[in-house]
Nanobody, 122 residues
Framework: QVRLVESGGGSVQTGGSLTLSCVATYETNYMAWFRQAPGKEREGVACIVTGSGDTYYADSVEGRFTISQDNAKTTVFLRMDSLEPEDTAMYYC??????????????????WGQGTQVTVSS
């Protein structure tokens, strides 16, 4: 069982930046960030292959968000720049990808954190 604890959410204005952190109790193969806005489905934002450091991003955040990890490979960060009101959502950390075609598919992750709220005002 892997426990994930997120932190770093908050409120910013359009164009601002935030960095989210997620600490896992154990190293897993993939760690990822998802988000869910009210009335919308949970969507993948970014993920990192902990062994290789390879990263994947959703088109909507490519070039604005950066996912990274610490040397222990148990903490993952999501640096979010040029934030827009459309980025407002609850952000969730996930770990342990069970394989498949899409590393940003929520259905393929085993462990989830409780979420941290990000609010971007115009």
């Amino acid at each position: 069982q892997v426990r994930l604890v997120e932190s770093g959410g908050g409120s910013v204005q359009t164009g601002g930046s935030l960095t989210l952190s997620c600490v896992a109790t154990y190293e897993t193969n993939y760690m990822a960030w998802f988000r869910q806005a009210p009335g919308k489905e949970r969507e993948g934002v970014a993920c990192i292959v902990t062994g290789s450091g390879d990263t994947y991003y959703a088109d909507s955040v490519e070039g604005r968000f950066t996912i990274s990890q610490d040397n222990a490979k148990t903490t993952v960060f999501l640096r979010m720049d040029s934030l827009e009101p459309e980025d407002t959502a609850m952000y969730y950390c996930a770990a342990d990808w069970r394989g498949g075609d899409d590393p940003l598919s929520a259905a393929r992750y085993t462990y989830w954190g409780q979420g941290t709220q990000v609010t971007v005002s115009s």
